[in-house]
């Protein structure tokens, strides 16, 4: 059992000033009262197993940790006297000849030093972002902007030959119009195109439509129009991409990341795909193209799906998720395949930085801690 | 020829004569210690040895001499211990074995008595004979594997029809029986397949010659046999008049289908017929390919009525027929008599050994995937345990974690720091598995592999240079394990300073150990590479994974400096890899055929001595529904060995991955298991001291019950727990056997109690397994839970006390310090026994082994008693030379349950508790 000197004060939550010795105890829950002299006592009363905060009597109790130093901590009752040492504080095994040593000073320092910096990393980074942004939102609407332009020249570019094509299929037509109702002069041939076509045509003389245009005429229109349409489509597409609340990740639009591994070259072109390439040399490999935003249900755009990449042998399509966090520059940091043709790739990006809210209430925390001391 | 008599100590033999072909075999019958028979029928004279299996058995069984009580030219009567007789006719030859007046077997009675002589090949009359008699055994293979597509195209001597079978029973010399020589034979041309042979684009070019071995038992009285693993079939065995035998021939199969009698990765010729009169063990020592046919009442009734007067109706009753053929070696057959199904438990382990005490992780979890990818990795799914409050023990690395599928090596892209990574693991008090096979990669940088070579450790191909097929690492070599200087070897390179990077928490795999070989025939060895001593390896194939299980235990054991237990899995296995370690069922599909399928052949394997296996928990191939999955963790709780594993191809499967409500199931699940730890153990123990199975089909427990003798889809853990796992999806119930017409059980659950002798119905949830305590037994228990078994050490005790109708108790409990070997040489361990009787509770030194003298401060924090219906006044604590103590308690009438409160004594003293 617990040593009597521990009994009060192992494992009890300061804040919770329900352990009072000179009554019964009455579980948490409120399902039973026991002695006060079974609290602690190395045996679970309680169902919730609120009467055994400082032992591991209880399979769904917690440890209370203060961890001066650092942050106070809730462990389960399964990890109390385990003889590992998990509070920084040692608490937690007082009774099982594992010998800790206390490290909250020490991971205070760090978490200190590790959160001012991702303070200062979220900070600049948000700068980065509000400056990226509208640079990005910038450079995106010109960029699209001489797309389109282009775009329309090379259309008229290419309107003008069907333009000639058509136009000239008009003169034609006319010319048979003209024929018919008044010239001598007509060739046997422009009569019997006349006589065909009358006979295809109940109306004739009321709305003689223009006959089909030959098959040069059609192709020019068909193949040049046609594509001119996708890009439209894509243009549209790219238009529509959701990139971010205020269009904070279209910096990213347009550019490449890449990670080395020892054996691979992975790169992430944003909202477009992801590629392996052996560094050894050989071909590439798609790890997936641009799929959507996952869990976007809180608006927050942290994971991105890539999908459709190589198919596997006897298996599935390769894919990728990639999880983004806040970072000073744009960089990818690890790419692992959990499971077979299963990708996840870690990013940073200036564009998931917040406001230095974070920093201040951590900084506050810290002081706190050390003010206990 | 009875006249060639002669009795020892060691044997009783007598020379048999073929009188076809004039060839001389040598018949020894041996009485051995704790009612056992063994036959042996060896060449008098012989061109070259044949092999002789013995590494597999514990020692020279231990003989005694067997007494003439009468002979006669054509009879010979032999006297034995326990009222065993032994009858030998001459013509035609046969023997019979009398236990207790009465014929419990019969050998050769269907005269298929097969001993294909050694010889050269030639041409003269008696080679001719010889020959049509020796083209038996590609006869039968081509008959037993007719209709399998794999074989139908390719073997050349083929008989399709049953009665092609029919045709080739009665073209097997019947010794002494027919005397008249049939001139067709005499003149009939060498068939093929007699001295080569072809499968698919493989050659055997059988140098030696037909060699193979065969012998009838006629078991009467018998209707249900069990065992001769490993098959995914049944486990109460099928007769095979309508399809093939069943066949022991270890290989690497690729998704193996379910309800065949085909053979998968390990061999345990040892088959045990029972019935509600008596158990009875056959076990045929013979380690080269293997057929067992299994008919029912079919042959042998006129014989019968020819059979000694005192012989009661032998003729009337049910029979089995049991036939082995193997394609060399020699006949050595071993006739457990029992009479109890525990007596032929102790019989078979006298002869083959007992399970290797495990050590306490290694009956914990286990966590594998082909593959933790790297060290970051391992330690995210360590880490995700703890996250999740949820029990492992080990984390295992398949062949991804090699530097090109070199064992021994690690992969230095993703595991350039082993070792921390192990620290990393062991400060979880936690332990790690790496995969070894049995092939090296060709590779002359390899040294491993470089040594093996140019010490001449590697199989042989036909013409004496090293053989070389296909595995994992591309071309690969295989060892010579048959050979104990390589074993030897193989040992030394576990040393940490030669197996860099590992740590004292590491352990080990062997897979593919049949051995696999992608380009071979059937995707194993030629039979006719050589091993050390000139054997070929069709001589010795079924023990390949035997001896290399052998060789990786003696390097855990030297590295150790033989004070640890060694932790070993193997996938292949022969009669007697118990003494080894583990085994598994291979790689499984995650299908619910294939959960199904577990439980029988777990049981099956259990049986036959290997009580640590298990089966890949979620299978192996294909992704399970997270429904399938949470049944498998289910059932795995409660199978021996409980591992997860699964193939690359698959989807991340980590309990955490479906959602809180099912790690919610999977921890109950991990938690009952860990909880029941003490009693897994104390079980183990039981099979480590006396052959006893782990998990036990319900006939063990219950051998007079016929109820029980088809069951298989629910058995016993030890002597107290009842499992009935859910096979099926979306099932909301299943209907229990309860076996036993004076039992009682009791729901562990909800303590609700059944009366046993019938089948119940019992409803299921999602997060239900149907487990029932047996009234009259104790089971100890640690109730809370922790991260790992080691972490549970120091953790205090629960009895659970479930009374039967005479409000009666009695269990036991294991202790040491559940990792040395220090139980087996200093004595330090702990039986210790309970008996509830009286309203009285008894903790006493356990008198069934001598008393050891390990210490613990243990102690016991709670008592639960279900049963109980008395009302009680008070409940003491008397200890020797203490003042009686009143403990705490609580009652709940409505389930007659009552719980006392932390009696706070050590489990290793000497208590009692008085219920008043």
């Given amino acids: 059992g617990l040593p009597s000197t521990l009994r009060m004060t192992v494992g009890w939550q300061l804040e919770r000033p329900l352990y009072d010795e000179t009554k019964n105890f009455t579980c948490l829950d409120g399902s039973k009262s026991i002695p006060f002299d079974q609290v602690n006592d190395d045996y679970c009363d309680c169902p919730d197993g609120t009467d055994e905060p400082g032992t591991a009597a209880c399979?769904?109790?917690?440890?209370?940790?203060?961890?001066?130093?650092?942050?106070?901590?809730?462990?389960?009752?399964?990890?109390?006297?385990?003889?590992?040492?998990?509070?920084?504080?040692?608490?937690?095994?007082?009774?099982?000849?594992?010998?800790?040593?206390?490290?909250?000073?020490?991971?205070?320092?760090?978490?200190?030093?590790?959160?001012?910096?991702?303070?200062?990393?979220?900070?600049?980074?948000?700068?980065?972002?509000?400056?990226?942004?509208?640079?990005?939102?910038?450079?995106?609407?010109?960029?699209?902007?001489?797309?389109?332009?282009?775009?329309?020249?090379?259309?008229?570019?290419?309107?003008?030959?069907?333009?000639?094509?058509?136009?000239?299929?008009?003169?034609?037509?006319?010319?048979?119009?003209?024929?018919?109702?008044?010239?001598?002069?007509?060739?046997?041939?422009?009569?019997?195109?006349?006589?065909?076509?009358?006979?295809?045509?109940?109306?004739?003389?009321?709305?003689?439509?223009?006959?089909?245009?030959?098959?040069?005429?059609?192709?020019?229109?068909?193949?040049?129009?046609?594509?001119?349409?996708?890009?439209?489509?894509?243009?549209?597409?790219?238009?529509?991409?959701?990139?971010?609340?205020?269009?904070?990740?279209?910096?990213?639009?347009?550019?490449?990341?890449?990670?080395?591994?020892?054996?691979?070259?992975?790169?992430?072109?944003?909202?477009?795909?992801?590629?392996?390439?052996?560094?050894?040399?050989?071909?590439?490999?798609?790890?997936?193209?641009?799929?959507?935003?996952?869990?976007?249900?809180?608006?927050?755009?942290?994971?991105?799906?890539?999908?459709?990449?190589?198919?596997?042998?006897?298996?599935?399509?390769?894919?990728?998720?990639?999880?983004?966090?806040?970072?000073?520059?744009?960089?990818?940091?690890?790419?692992?395949?959990?499971?077979?043709?299963?990708?996840?790739?870690?990013?940073?990006?200036?564009?998931?930085?917040?406001?230095?809210?974070?920093?201040?209430?951590?900084?506050?925390?810290?002081?706190?801690?050390?003010?206990?001391? | 020829m009875l006249d060639t008599l002669e009795i020892s100590q060691a044997a009783t033999s007598l020379n048999l004569l073929h009188e076809k072909t004039q060839v001389l075999l040598k018949l020894e019958i041996c009485g051995l210690e704790d009612n056992t028979v063994r036959f042996r029928i060896t060449e008098l004279e012989t061109?070259?040895?044949?092999?002789?299996?013995?590494?597999?058995?514990?020692?020279?069984?231990?003989?005694?001499?067997?007494?003439?009580?009468?002979?006669?030219?054509?009879?010979?009567?032999?006297?034995?211990?326990?009222?065993?007789?032994?009858?030998?006719?001459?013509?035609?030859?046969?023997?019979?074995?009398?236990?207790?007046?009465?014929?419990?077997?019969?050998?050769?009675?269907?005269?298929?008595?097969?001993?294909?002589?050694?010889?050269?090949?030639?041409?003269?009359?008696?080679?001719?004979?010889?020959?049509?008699?020796?083209?038996?055994?590609?006869?039968?293979?081509?008959?037993?594997?007719?209709?399998?597509?794999?074989?139908?195209?390719?073997?050349?001597?083929?008989?399709?029809?049953?009665?092609?079978?029919?045709?080739?029973?009665?073209?097997?010399?019947?010794?002494?029986?027919?005397?008249?020589?049939?001139?067709?034979?005499?003149?009939?041309?060498?068939?093929?397949?007699?001295?080569?042979?072809?499968?698919?684009?493989?050659?055997?070019?059988?140098?030696?010659?037909?060699?193979?071995?065969?012998?009838?038992?006629?078991?009467?009285?018998?209707?249900?046999?069990?065992?001769?693993?490993?098959?995914?079939?049944?486990?109460?065995?099928?007769?095979?008049?309508?399809?093939?035998?069943?066949?022991?021939?270890?290989?690497?199969?690729?998704?193996?289908?379910?309800?065949?009698?085909?053979?998968?990765?390990?061999?345990?010729?040892?088959?045990?017929?029972?019935?509600?009169?008596?158990?009875?063990?056959?076990?045929?020592?013979?380690?080269?390919?293997?057929?067992?046919?299994?008919?029912?009442?079919?042959?042998?009734?006129?014989?019968?009525?020819?059979?000694?007067?005192?012989?009661?109706?032998?003729?009337?009753?049910?029979?089995?027929?049991?036939?082995?053929?193997?394609?060399?070696?020699?006949?050595?057959?071993?006739?457990?008599?029992?009479?109890?199904?525990?007596?032929?438990?102790?019989?078979?382990?006298?002869?083959?050994?007992?399970?290797?005490?495990?050590?306490?992780?290694?009956?914990?979890?286990?966590?594998?995937?082909?593959?933790?990818?790297?060290?970051?990795?391992?330690?995210?799914?360590?880490?995700?345990?703890?996250?999740?409050?949820?029990?492992?023990?080990?984390?295992?690395?398949?062949?991804?974690?090699?530097?090109?599928?070199?064992?021994?090596?690690?992969?230095?892209?993703?595991?350039?720091?082993?070792?921390?990574?192990?620290?990393?693991?062991?400060?979880?008090?936690?332990?790690?598995?790496t995969i070894v096979d049995p092939h090296l990669k060709v590779d002359s940088s390899y040294s491993v592999y470089n040594e093996a070579y140019s010490r001449g450790y590697l199989v042989k191909n036909k013409g004496g240079g090293d053989y070389e097929g296909w595995c994992w690492p591309g071309s690969a070599a295989y060892l010579d394990f048959l050979n104990p200087e390589v074993r030897d070897w193989y040992a030394s390179k576990f040393a940490y300073d030669s197996y860099l990077g590992s740590t004292d928490i590491l352990f080990t795999w062997n897979d593919m150990n049949e051995p696999s070989v992608f380009n071979g025939p059937e995707v194993t060895l030629h039979k006719d590479a050589l091993h050390h001593g000139g054997w070929e390896h069709r001589d010795v194939h079924n023990l390949y994974g035997f001896y290399q299980q052998w060789g990786t235990v003696g390097g855990q054991l030297r590295r150790s400096g033989g004070n640890e237990r060694p932790f070993v899995l193997a996938r292949a296995f022969f009669a007697g890899s118990q003494r080894f370690g583990a085994v598994w069922t291979g790689d499984n599909l995650g299908e619910w055929s294939h959960l199904k399928a577990s439980i029988s052949m777990v049981l099956s394997l259990n049986l036959c001595g290997l009580s640590f296996s298990g089966a890949d928990i979620g299978g192996f191939f294909k992704n399970p529904s997270t429904e399938l999955l949470v049944r498998w963790y289910q059932a795995g709780a409660y199978q021996p060995l409980f591992r997860a594993h699964a193939h690359i191809d698959t989807a991340r499967r980590e309990p955490w991955i479906f959602g809180s409500d099912t790690t919610a199931l999977v921890r109950t699940a991990l938690r009952e298991r860990y909880a029941l730890l003490p009693y897994w153990y104390t079980v183990f123990y039981w099979a480590y001291r006396s052959g006893m199975p782990v998990m036990r089909a319900l006939w063990i427990e219950f051998p007079k019950e016929e109820q029980t003798f088809m069951i298989e889809d629910e058995y016993m853990i030890g002597n107290a727990l009842l499992v009935h796992p859910v096979t099926e999806a979306a099932s909301r119930g299943v209907n229990v056997y309860l076996p036993g017409a004076h039992e009682v059980w009791y729901d562990v659950h909800t303590q609700k109690k059944y009366s046993g002798g019938q089948e119940i119905y019992y409803p299921v949830k999602l997060s239900t397994i149907p487990v029932f305590q047996r009234g009259g037994t104790i089971i100890p228990r640690k109730d809370r839970p922790r991260r790992s078994s080691a972490c549970m050490s120091a953790d205090p005790y629960t009895l659970y006390i479930a009374l039967d109708d005479q409000k009666s108790a009695e269990g036991e409990l294991y202790m040491d310090d559940e990792h040395s070997f220090n139980f087996e040489k200093q004595n330090e361990y702990q039986l210790r026994h309970f008996l509830f009787k009286g309203g009285t509770l008894k903790a006493s030194v356990s008198s069934h082994i001598p008393p050891g003298k390990y210490s613990s401060t243990e102690w016991l924090e709670r008592i639960v008693i279900v049963g109980i219906a008395q009302p009680m006044m008070s409940v003491l604590l008397k200890q020797p030379g203490s003042q009686d103590a009143p403990l705490a308690y609580e009652y709940t009438p409505e389930l007659s349950s009552l719980i006392v409160r932390r009696p706070g004594v050590r489990l290793t003293a000497e208590w009692t508790i008085v219920i008043r």
Avoid at chain 1, 238 to 251: C, I, K, P, T, V
Avoid at chain 2, 119 to 147: H, Y
């Fill in chain 1, 59 to 373: 399979p769904n109790g917690f440890f209370h940790c203060t961890n001066a130093g650092f942050r106070p901590q809730n462990i389960h009752s399964s990890l109390v006297n385990d003889g590992i040492c998990d509070c920084c504080d040692t608490t937690d095994e007082y009774n099982s000849g594992v010998i800790c040593e206390n490290s909250c000073k020490e991971l205070g320092r760090k978490e200190h030093e590790l959160l001012a910096k991702q303070a200062e990393v979220a900070a600049e980074g948000f700068k980065l972002k509000a400056t990226r942004k509208l640079v990005g939102l910038r450079e995106a609407k010109k960029d699209w902007e001489i797309k389109v332009s282009k775009l329309q020249t090379f259309k008229e570019e290419t309107e003008v030959p069907e333009k000639e094509a058509k136009e000239k299929h008009r003169q034609e037509w006319e010319g048979i119009l003209l024929c018919s109702l008044s010239s001598p002069s007509c060739t046997l041939h422009v009569v019997a195109f006349v006589l065909v076509f009358l006979r295809k045509t109940k109306k004739p003389e009321e709305d003689r439509e223009m006959p089909p245009y030959d098959e040069a005429t059609q192709a020019l229109i068909d193949g040049k129009t046609f594509s001119i349409k996708i890009m439209i489509v894509d243009l549209e597409k790219e238009l529509s991409l959701d990139l971010g609340r205020n269009g904070e990740f279209a910096y990213m639009y347009g550019k490449c990341f890449e990670m080395t591994t020892p054996e691979y070259i992975y790169r992430i072109c944003p909202f477009n795909k992801i590629v392996q390439k052996p560094k050894s040399g050989g071909t590439e490999t798609s790890l997936g193209s641009w799929g959507m935003w996952v869990d976007l249900g809180s608006n927050n755009y942290s994971q991105m799906k890539y999908d459709h990449g190589t198919a596997c042998w006897q298996g599935p399509s390769r894919s990728t998720l990639v999880k983004l966090t806040c970072g000073r520059e744009t960089v990818v940091t690890s790419t692992v395949e959990p499971s077979r043709c299963e990708y996840a790739m870690e990013m940073q990006t200036p564009a998931l930085c917040q406001e230095s809210r974070l920093q201040k209430q951590h900084g506050d925390e810290w002081q706190q801690a050390h003010s206990e001391l």
């Fill in chain 2, 47 to 433: 061109r070259r040895p044949r092999f002789e299996a013995s590494d597999v058995l514990v020692g020279s069984p231990r003989t005694y001499r067997l007494s003439v009580e009468k002979q006669t030219t054509e009879e010979l009567m032999l006297l034995g211990r326990d009222s065993l007789r032994i009858s030998v006719s001459a013509h035609p030859f046969r023997i019979d074995v009398l236990s207790g007046g009465e014929l419990v077997t019969s050998v050769n009675a269907r005269g298929l008595l097969l001993f294909e002589h050694s010889r050269t090949r030639g041409n003269t009359l008696t080679e001719r004979v010889s020959s049509t008699v020796g083209s038996m055994w590609t006869k039968l293979k081509a008959v037993f594997t007719s209709g399998k597509e794999e074989t139908a195209s390719e073997e050349k001597t083929q008989d399709e029809s049953p009665e092609g079978e029919e045709k080739a029973h009665e073209e097997e010399p019947d010794l002494g029986t027919d005397e008249k020589e049939n001139q067709e034979e005499m003149t009939e041309e060498e068939e093929e397949g007699t001295w080569e042979e072809s499968f698919k684009s493989h050659h055997d070019s059988k140098p030696y010659g037909p060699m193979s071995v065969g012998l009838d038992f006629s078991l009467p009285g018998f209707e249900d046999v069990y065992g001769i693993p490993e098959h995914a079939d049944s486990f109460r065995l099928r007769t095979t008049s309508s399809g093939d035998p069943y066949r022991l021939y270890n290989l690497d199969v690729f998704q193996y289908e379910l309800e065949n009698p085909m053979a998968l990765y390990g061999s345990v010729p040892y088959l045990v017929a029972h019935s509600p009169e008596r158990t009875l063990g056959l076990f045929w020592l013979n380690p080269t390919e293997t057929w067992i046919d299994i008919a029912s009442n079919t042959a042998g009734k006129t014989v019968f009525g020819k059979m000694l007067d005192f012989v009661r109706s032998a003729n009337e009753g049910p029979q089995m027929d049991v036939r082995w053929m193997s394609e060399s070696g020699i006949v050595d057959a071993f006739l457990l008599l029992g009479p109890l199904p525990t007596d032929v438990f102790r019989q078979y382990a006298a002869l083959a050994g007992t399970q290797a005490l495990p050590p306490l992780f290694a009956l914990a979890y286990h966590q594998s995937r082909w593959n933790y990818n790297d060290e970051d990795d391992v330690l995210a799914v360590d880490a995700g345990f703890d996250k999740h409050n949820l029990p492992m023990d080990v984390i295992w690395l398949d062949i991804e974690h090699t530097d090109g599928k070199r064992y021994f090596t690690w992969d230095s892209n993703k595991f350039p720091n082993p070792a921390d990574m192990q620290n990393h693991i062991a400060g979880k008090r936690r332990k790690m598995v």
